[in-house]
């Protein structure tokens, strides 16, 4: 896994080149948002459980055809793969936002997660609306913790959403 700085030098190296000016803001502006990150991430870990409940609570208020026989979260079974996928962007949008860099998430969230919810057929709208819905509680409970930053916080979950709604399923 990459982070903000790797990924940075990565490229200036490839290309044999020394950190210019825009380098070098870029690693200020990650180390300046590193305490938010920090922050941001525990309130996740102490909170991610709930996190989960609620965006999933949420989630169903708003698509209840969704727990509806015939919907993709009807039985016990596929409510709870719902979540546990929930919880599983979850996890991995905390890393992200804590590297400063979306790698983890296309390493391994976002590789092969269309075909594989193309083949049980599960549709990636609800998947999109529930992850949007878990951005909104974690920066609600950020700030309640006094994270000053919550820009930050959209990262991994809006490049989630923007990876996922861009292919067409």
Excluded: H
């Excluded at 200020?28 to 709930?50: L, M, P």
């Excluded at 509806?68 to 009807?74: I, K, L, S």
């Excluded at 999109?128 to 609600?140: E, F, L, T, Y």
């Excluded at 913790?145 to 979950?157: K, R, W």
Aim: hydrophobic share 40%; proline share 3%.
């Amino acid at each position: 896994m990459r982070d903000a700085v790797t990924s940075l030098i990565g490229r200036y190296d490839a290309i044999g080149r020394y950190l210019d000016r825009n380098a070098i803001d870029s690693l200020k502006d990650y180390f300046s948002t590193g305490a938010d990150r920090v922050q941001a991430a525990t309130v996740i870990n102490a909170n991610a459980a709930n996190i989960v409940k609620e965006a999933g609570t949420r989630l169903f208020e708003a698509l209840p055809e969704l727990i509806m026989p015939g919907g993709n979260a009807y039985t016990t079974r596929r409510y709870a793969a719902c979540l546990r996928d929930m919880d599983y962007y979850l996890r991995y949008a905390s890393y992200a936002l804590i590297a400063g860099d979306q790698d983890v998430l296309d390493e391994r969230v976002l590789e092969g997660l269309r075909e594989t919810y193309n083949s049980l057929s599960v549709p990636i709208g609800p998947t999109v609306i529930g992850i949007q819905i878990m951005k909104g509680v974690v920066k609600d409970q950020a700030a309640e913790a006094g994270v000053t930053n919550l820009s930050i916080i959209d990262e991994p979950f809006d490049y989630m959403c923007a990876q996922l709604s861009e292919a067409n399923i």
